[in-house]
């Protein structure tokens, strides 16, 4: 029996897919540039396999992005920008700003999901 797909590594390997695709690179190609093989990077990309700390590593550099990105769905530059900004902010400030961005995310997802 199969074992049912995490929900996670079938969102990082949608990135995976589109950040090859934007770029033109085959699966082929993307596997030379990493080092791993091609069924890994296909799998990956189906969702079917997690990747570790080192072939992240290896799959972000070789798309020439950050992991935060593969991640996320984001670019590191936008998290810094935010940590930059609240670094300004007084500590016992600081978790009111935090505790506003916590309910604008909420607002942001589906009422099934709160």
């Known amino acids: 029996m ?6 996670i ?10 950040q090859r695709k934007a770029q033109s690179l085959s699966r082929e190609e993307l596997a ?11 799998e990956v990309e189906r969702g079917r ?12 550099v ?4 950050s992991a935060d990105s593969l991640l996320f769905g984001c670019e ?3 998290f810094s920008y935010v940590a930059r900004l609240l670094a300004t902010v007084p500590a016992d400030k600081r978790k009111h700003i935090i505790r ?15």
């Open 2 to 7: 199969a074992r049912p797909l995490k929900d």
């Open 9 to 18: 590594n079938i969102e990082i390997g949608a990135r995976i897919k589109q």
């Open 32 to 42: 030379k540039l990493s080092g791993y093989s091609t069924n890994f990077v296909q």
């Open 49 to 60: 396999s997690g990747l570790s700390s080192e072939s992240m590593r290896a799959l972000s």
């Open 62 to 65: 070789a798309l020439k992005t």
């Open 76 to 78: 590191a530059e936008d």
């Open 100 to 114: 506003i961005i916590e309910e604008a995310v909420e607002c942001t997802q589906p009422l099934e999901a709160r």
